[in-house]
């Protein structure tokens, strides 16, 4: 198992579009982060405005950037017949799909920190120098912005093992969160409250909609997402030819 964690890892590693995801990720992070460090910038409506820190479905928008980590890690493979070769290398394709999994997880949870806390440092450095912000409640806030990030590319992850390829699920998951769930919310609040982009902003404590789901509803129905997902990617992983 160690030599096909280690081949898997040095395969997503060696990836030039990892790498421009995640760059393009923290990137974005830390725009929205320097923009909304104050309450300057607002958008409009009643009131003044909302200042654009409290604008839940903007400041997470770039995980759906970073969901393409995943859905590469998965995707690539299906690239030029790559998966033909990876199984003539580990022909177990349950021990194959298991490094694939936790090779994905391990590096989307490792690249999330890396794009997510930087901003959040940026964004909340007045608040944490003023010591209207504790640490811990920042730690608690970053370990929450990792895990839907983390979260949401293992997502992207298996819905790419069901499509065979990165794009589709790259696709579904920006339309649901910039259409469906902006389009439905007020008619159907109890339903997009349980879809993954509803989920992911209820977990990370910006929340949205009438019904929005608590921070630890929100997680586990994300989880259930993500579990649900991969059960079906595994078994249409070791059934379906390469």
Known sequence: MSAVLAAELTKVRTLPSAWAVVGAALVADMVLAVLARDDTLRLAGADGGTPLGQVGSLMLAPVYVFAALGAIAAGSEYTGGQLRSSLLATPDRARSFRAHLAVAAGVSAAAALVVVAPAYLVQHAGALGAGTLGPRDAVTAVLALVSAYTLV????????????????????????????????????????????????????????????LTRGAGLGVLTAWVAACVAAASVTFARRDA
Do not use: K, W
């Open 153 to 212: 590319s293992v997502l992207a992850f298996g819905f790419a093992v069901l499509a065979r390829g990165a794009v589709v699920p790259l696709v579904v998951l920006v339309v649901a969160a910039l259409l469906v769930a902006p389009t439905l919310r007020g008619a159907l609040p109890q339903v997009i409250a349980l879809l993954p982009q509803d989920a992911a902003l209820s977990a990370v404590g910006t929340p949205e909609g009438p019904d929005a």
